[in-house]
Each structure stands twice: as C-alpha cells, then as structure tokens.
C-alpha cells in the first residue's frame, strides 16, 4: 500500500489522535479535524468524565506506539472496588486475586494531550481545531467541514476517510441518511444519566478518601462511584433515574433536596463534599447509551472507528480501553492487506466487531452489578471464592472481570462467554451447596471447571456461542 496515500480522520479525541500516532508511524500522509478547540489550551471538560480506567487492552496499545512508560507516570493504580453502606463502612473488593493485577484512574485530558503531542512529532502528521465535519460523501471519499472560526465550510477529499467523532457520528449519520447500502443501526439508552461531582482535596493537597480504590457507593437502582486524580482530587458520577424511584434526575431541582438525597443515601460522601451543591447544580446531567452498527466500512472508502461504530455504557471501565483496541487489531490487519484497503476494511470488521457487540452486552451486566449485586451475599460469596482462585491457582483461574480486563490477548467475546460459564457454574454451586468458601480449593477448582465445562457444553448445542 502506498504509503504517501493520505488519510483524513475525523475527531482528536482519544481515538483519532492514537491512531493518528500510529499511521504517522507508519509513514502515511495523516489530517485530522476535531471540531472542539485544542485542549492542550482551552479547558472543554464541561461535565464529561475527566478521568477514565486504563488497563491491559488499553496498555497494548501504548505498547504500541511506544508510550507505555509516559502513560503510567499519569497512572494511579486501583487494586479494587471500595464498597460504602449507606451508614459510611467500607469494605475492599479486589478486582483480582493477582497482586500484579489492578487498573488505573487516568485523566482523560492528559492522556489526549500526550497523544496529540506524540502524534505531531511527526511531520506528516497535520491536526485542525474547531473544524466541525457536516457530513461525509463516502463514495467520493470526501468529508464536508464548517470552520467554526471564520464560520466558512469547505470541502476536503482524501483516498481514505476514518471516523472516530464518537458515538454522534457525522459520518455515521451519513451512511444511515445516504441511503446508498443496506446500513443496520440501533442506539438503545438507559433509563438512568450521569452528573460529575467531585471530592476536592485537602488544603495540604491530600486524598479525603483512600487513593488506590475504585470508590462505590451502591444502592440498588442507583449509585455513586469515585476515581481518584493525581492532584488529590476525585471525580465522582453520580449513575441515577431520570425519572423513577423516589429520588431522581427530575425531582432533584432545589438544594434541600439534593442535601436529603445525600445525607440520607451517602452520608460520608457529602462530609466531604461541601462543594456538593455548585457542582450538581452548574454540570450537566448526560444520557447513557449503547451503539451498535454495520457495516463500519463502505468499500475501501471509509471507515468507522471507536465509539462512532460501537459506544459503550461506562461500567465495564472498557470503553477508551475497547477504542485504543480497535488501533491495535486494525495495525494487525494492515501487516496482512497490505494493497487493498477494502481487504483491510473487511478483514478488520469481521475480527473486531464480535467483540466490539460482547463489551457492550458485558458493560450492561455490569451497571447492574456495580449498583446491586454487589452488596448481596451470594454475589460476595462468590467473589471471595474467585479471589482465592486466582491467588492460589494464578495460572489456571480467571474469573470474568479477569478475564475482561487483563487477558488482552483473548477477544471480549471469548472472555464473555467463558466469563458467564464461570459465573454460573459458581453460583449454581454454592446455591446448591455442592462447595462452600471453606472446601479444599482444589477440589472446589475441579467442580468449578467441571461445571462451566458443562454450560459451555450446554450453550454450544443450544447455539449460544
């Protein structure tokens, strides 16, 4: 494939500037357009999560692209999930029973600022800042920009188009409205929003709450959850109906009721967020929601990356991850097509999007463990059980979160349903009393793999897998 071609990608987020890096790279000819303004000089956080969980999947990526080692000095590690009960104990649930396993808290902003610097080192690497994509012609192959500076629009072409303008797609858009190929889409959203919050730090620029945790507050149809910044600082979302349960997006309108709220539902958090109310009150309440599409490519045109063909909802901590993935599967792809980009197109949807379609479905599952499961007592049962697993068999047990998070080297939907298997088979079992926390490890491992073995078993002939 020529490597003087040129390739326009659409959005600097996360992303568009990682695989703006890695094509510059590779010698390509790269542009990016981003329709927001720089923001290594403007703050455009407005409300949207500022920090995000960085992991394995993730980490291949900066592998990459050589940034693994300037990634982590932006890293701080989260060991597991600390649990708060509405009467302000805590409990640690570890993501793995593997010392060496832990995601991290990473800023959003930081990161997107080291790629776009890393990205502009190189000299046929070009990026352009508030330059709004209107839509796409993917049949040219040319994309139609308003620049929000001089208020003009102008046209660029390219011979290849690459989206990655998030789950509002331009060119999404275009390929539902263009009506040129049979395009399958679906947005489905939850019932429940998110607002950013946050748990400033100590005059001494201090943690108010124990640094290495995913911090949670779980409460059955709702939640609260915490991650900390390298400035002694929190993000906290709160996950919330917009309409159901006594309180919710839409009745929370005065300040007395957003104190009763918290006092009642999440008394040590509100003692030390006394900024509580300016930030619930000036940030935005945003949707959650689940993308899927195909095709994501038309031809050897164009092509959708990242959240623009598959947003996810936040609860897996696999979104940015999934999107940094996608980089790295679609680098694969390129060694092995390397004179045809509608080979590459295709070769690269086939392998990618059953996974993309697995963490989606996983993310789901998740939201409503994260905001239930977690305080119920078999789901504890069964998580101390997979911890002492993976401590004392750490080469043959993976449970599903592990699975997930750190075997980047098996795809989301492998992990899914072997994850799910696993799931079951525990509960099945401990609800039946076949093993308990107490039993031989061991024999508790031969029954565990004994009986997912069956649900696979059981799941393959009902065509499941």
């Known amino acids: 494939m020529n490597k003087q071609q040129n390739i326009l990608i659409i959005g600097a987020g996360l992303c568009g ?17 981003e329709m927001r303004p720089d923001l290594r000089k403007v703050d455009i956080s407005a409300g949207r999560s500022i920090n995000l969980a960085f992991s394995d999947r993730g980490n291949k990526a900066m592998k990459l692209v050589g940034l693994e080692d300037k990634v982590k000095a932006l890293c701080i590690p989260m060991n597991g ?8 104990n805590t409990f640690q649930s570890n993501y793995s029973g593997r010392d060496y396993e832990y995601i991290n808290s990473i800023s959003r902003g930081d990161l997107n600022t080291l790629l776009l610097n890393e990205a502009e080192k190189h000299e046929n690497v070009n990026i352009y800042f508030n330059k709004k994509c209107k839509s796409v012609d993917f049949e040219k192959t040319t994309a139609l920009f308003e620049d929000y500076s001089t208020k003009t629009q102008f046209i660029e072409d390219a011979d290849v188009i690459i989206a990655t303008d998030g789950a509002g797609s331009a060119m999404r858009k275009s390929y539902y409205l263009g ?14 929003g998110y607002k950013e919050l946050s748990i400033l730090p100590t005059e001494n620029g201090d943690y108010k709450a124990y ?7 779980p409460r059955g149809d709702f ?31 005065t300040e007395v009721k957003v104190l009763e709220f918290f006092q009642k539902e999440f008394p040590d958090a509100l003692t030390i967020m006394p900024n509580l109310l300016d930030d619930f009150f000036e940030n935005p309440t945003s949707p959650l929601g689940t993308v899927k599409c195909s095709p994501w490519h038309y031809k050897g045109n164009t092509l959708l990356m990242g959240d623009s063909a598959h947003a996810i909802v936040p609860f897996y901590g696999q979104g940015m991850n999934a999107s940094f993935e996608d980089v790295v599967e679609f680098d694969t792809v390129l060694d092995y097509h390397k004179n045809d980009w509608e080979s590459v197109f295709k070769a690269y949807e086939k392998t990618r999007k059953k996974d993309t379609d697995a963490i989606a479905d996983l993310a789901i599952d998740n ?6 499961h977690v305080n119920q007592e078999i789901f504890q049962e069964k998580r101390k059980l997979e911890m002492a697993l993976e401590k004392e068999f750490p080469d043959e047990y993976s449970s599903k979160y592990s699975l997930v998070t750190f075997n ?31 039993d031989d490890l061991k024999h508790t491992l031969q029954k565990v793999k004994q009986e997912t073995e069956a649900i696979l078993e059981d799941d393959e002939i009902a065509g499941l897998k």
């Open 81 to 88: 999930r600390m649990i708060h009960d509405e009467h302000g």
């Open 223 to 253: 939640m609260l959850i915490a991650l900390p910044n390298l400035d002694g600082s929190f993000t906290v979302t709160l996950f919330l109906s917009y309409d159901e349960g006594e309180y919710n997006f839409n009745n929370l309108k």
């Open 408 to 438: 980047e080297n098996i795809g989301y939907r492998e992990a899914m349903l072997k994850g799910r298997a696993q799931d079951k088979a525990i509960l099945n079992l401990l609800t039946d009393g076949v093993i308990a926390l107490d």
């Open 367 to 372: 939201f409503h463990e994260m905001k239930g």
């Open 17 to 33: 500037s990682l695989l703006a890096l890695r094509l510059g790279q590779r010698g390509y000819n790269v542009s990016v357009y």
């Open 179 to 192: 009506k040129k190929f049979l395009f399958s889409f679906s947005q489905e959203y939850l019932t429940h």
């Open 211 to 217: 640094k290495n945790a995913l911090h949670i507050w």
